[in-house]
């Protein structure tokens, strides 16, 4: 059994930033991903095993960015500019990555999942 860890989140005013961050124990390509009530769970950014290959979903685009930590199996997402509608739960996951320089946009194709943490931007 895979086990993420994941760690920040919280409660942040609207134009503050905030950081989450995940362990994985091992080599894996990594993405987060959040669902608010109600809603169906939305990719928010995925980042491959090397580093190399990013990307964004497009509401989250040019305000937060995805990174590998200093331990290569944590993945780092710095939040800016939070608004409102990003209040939500997120949830860090892991897959193999047989394909470079892809990155899987949909939940079922990650195959490990932490238990979320949850980011409320107040207005």
């Known amino acids: 059994q895979v086990q993420l860890v994941e760690s920040g989140g919280g409660l942040v005013q609207a134009g503050g930033s905030l950081r989450l961050s995940c362990a994985a124990p091992g080599r894996y390509a990594m993405g987060w991903f959040r669902q608010a009530p109600g809603k169906e769970r939305e990719f928010v950014s995925g980042i491959s095993w090397s580093g190399t290959t990013i990307h964004y979903g497009d509401s989250v685009k040019d305000r937060f960015t995805i990174s590998r930590g200093n331990a290569k199996n944590t993945v780092i997402l710095q939040m800016s500019s939070l608004k409102p509608e990003d209040t939500a739960r997120y949830f860090c996951?892991?897959?193999?990555?047989?394909?470079?320089?892809?990155?899987?946009?949909?939940?079922?194709?990650?195959?490990?999942w932490g238990q979320g943490t949850q980011v409320t931007v107040s207005s």
């Open positions: 996951a892991a897959r193999a990555e047989w394909e470079l320089g892809v990155i899987k946009t949909t939940p079922d194709e990650y195959a490990y």
